[in-house]
């Protein structure tokens, strides 16, 4: 089975600022995935981290708000920008193999912003 | 597009009851079918999974779920409900080129009680 390894665990940030959120997988994977869990809900998918080129988003999430980067097939990272006290969230990565043979998801990184 | 419905937010059962957990999904080919637990302050764990074949899905801690094209459906039960099953449990579809990022039903809240 995959191992993702996602940092910082959790975070208190002011409002304002960006924080950087990093995933390791400890193999290569095709597809990595990016959602937000806020308080009491259900995962949202943010965005598809697509290696080698820009990330697709989805509706409701712009770039300039959480661009993301993945540099190679087992790295990804997601900021949260210019942060507001409602970006308080689980945010999580996601790893998929064709056909969902690898599915897993890090242990997310609990933001709350002051 | 794929959607997911969990009909109940908060189930309440009593220790050593049986449960079920209902889930119904929207799409128009064979769907790829997946049940999640999220216990307080803890990760995502998968359950179990669907992709084709038997119907009745075994799952890891004495759960099943059972397929039913007719009714769109993914029950998740358990013959014996343990005190710490009280958790968050989600189900989620993805398509079946397995090459696409999970939609996530909103949860079912479940606690147990003596």
């Known amino acids: 089975s995959a191992v993702i390894s996602q940092k910082p665990s959790r975070d208190i940030c002011q409002r304002g600022t960006s924080l950087t959120i990093q995933c390791q997988v400890d193999?290569?994977?095709?597809?990595m995935f990016w959602y937000r869990q806020q308080p009491g809900q259900s995962l949202t998918l943010i965005a598809t981290a697509n290696q080698g080129s820009e990330a697709t988003y989805e509706s409701g999430f712009v770039i300039d708000k959480f661009p993301i980067s993945r540099p190679n097939l087992t790295f990804s990272t997601l900021t949260v920008s210019n942060m507001s006290p409602e970006d308080s969230s689980i945010y999580l990565c996601s790893v998929i193999d064709p056909r969902y043979e690898k599915l897993f998801f890090g242990s997310g990184t609990q933001l709350s912003v002051l | 597009a794929q959607s997911v419905t969990q009909p109940d937010i908060h189930i309440t059962v009593s220790e050593g009851a049986s449960l079920e957990l209902r889930c119904n999904y929207s799409?128009?080919?064979?769907?790829?079918l997946f049940w999640y637990v999220q216990s307080p302050g803890q990760g995502l764990q998968l359950l179990l999974k669907?992709?084709?074949?038997?119907?009745l899905v075994q799952g890891i801690k004495g759960f099943e779920a059972e397929f039913k094209r007719s009714q769109s459906s993914f029950n998740l039960r358990k013959p014996s409900v343990h005190w710490s099953d009280a958790a968050e449990y989600f189900c989620a579809v993805g398509r079946n080129s397995g090459n696409t990022p999970l939609v996530f039903g909103k949860g079912t809240r479940l606690s147990v009680i003596a």
């Open positions: 669907y992709f084709s074949g038997d119907t």
């Open positions: 799409y128009g080919a064979t769907p790829y």
């Open positions: 193999s290569q994977v095709t597809m």
